[in-house]
T-cell receptor, first 115, second 113 residues
Framework: DTGVSQDPRHKITKRGQNVTFRCDPISEHNRLYWYRQTLGQGPEFLTYFQNEAQLEKSRLLSDRFSAERPKGSFSTLEIQRTEQGDSAMYLC?????????????FGPGTRLTVT | AQSVTQLGSHVSVSEGALVLLRCNYSSSVPPYLFWYVQYPNQGLQLLLKYTSAATLVKGINGFEAEFKKSETSFHLTKPSAHMSDAAEYFCAVLKAAGNKLTFGGGTRVLVKP
């Protein structure tokens, strides 16, 4: 069990550019979550997947955001036409509801800076 | 709708002193409750969880929390602070039938030597 991994750890981009982040969950986990954390705040839910199905999306996830989990394993989060307000830490978590514990295990995050 | 309130965005304690971090929740159903710790530029690490078993929950690094339904609270304590406890702590609630965590605003702990 190597834990949840995220790539890249840091991304600096110019306003208007597209960015894509990747999350690799713990291998046996069927649930994958994306959260966003701005400076000095707690994480806020963006979306989650059970296997390859995207089951819920937050209102925070505007049309410029899209998330996929094509084979029920890794997931990608894409932000199109980035804005300065998108600067944040993007956290991925995975969990296995089958175990009945509802725990979510977080990755190290991707810090996005939009200049 | 669920919400989580953490009283005090910053707490300063002396090394060896009691750490007390407050968390109150609102939920229409009995919730699952969690405490996470976050070190600078890192993800969140689970400290402990309440899942409707024992109301006093022990976690890692000497932390524990008590679920009090009558007070809708889930305060986190540690009897003796260590320098390595300096971090940000987040309380979170998970609705029994739902899947997303709702976090409080966090409490940053500073430990003075």
């Amino acid at each position: 069990d190597t834990g949840v991994s995220q790539d890249p750890r840091h991304k600096i981009t110019k306003r208007g550019q597209n960015v894509t982040f990747r999350c690799d969950p713990i291998s046996e986990h069927n649930r994958l979550y994306w959260y966003r954390q701005t400076l000095g705040q707690g994480p806020e839910f963006l979306t989650y997947f059970q296997n390859e199905a995207q089951l819920e999306k937050s209102r925070l996830l505007s049309d410029r955001f899209s998330a996929e989990r094509p084979k029920g394993s890794f997931s990608t989060l894409e932000i199109q036409r980035t804005e300065q307000g998108d600067s944040a830490m993007y956290l991925c978590a995975s969990g296995d509801r089958g175990a009945g514990s509802y725990e979510q295990y977080f990755g190290p995050g991707t810090r996005l800076t939009v200049t | 709708a669920q919400s989580v309130t953490q009283l005090g965005s910053h707490v300063s304690v002396s090394e060896g002193a009691l750490v007390l971090l407050r968390c109150n929740y609102s939920s229409s159903v009995p919730p699952y409750l969690f405490w996470y710790v976050q070190y600078p530029n890192q993800g969140l690490q689970l400290l402990l969880k309440y899942t409707s078993a024992a109301t006093l929950v022990k976690g890692i690094n000497g932390f524990e929390a008590e679920f009090k339904k009558s007070e809708t609270s889930f305060h986190l304590t540690k009897p003796s602070a260590h320098m390595s406890d300096a971090a940000e702590y987040f309380c979170a609630v998970l609705k029994a039938a739902g899947n997303k965590l709702t976090f409080g605003g966090g409490t940053r702990v500073l430990v003075k030597p």
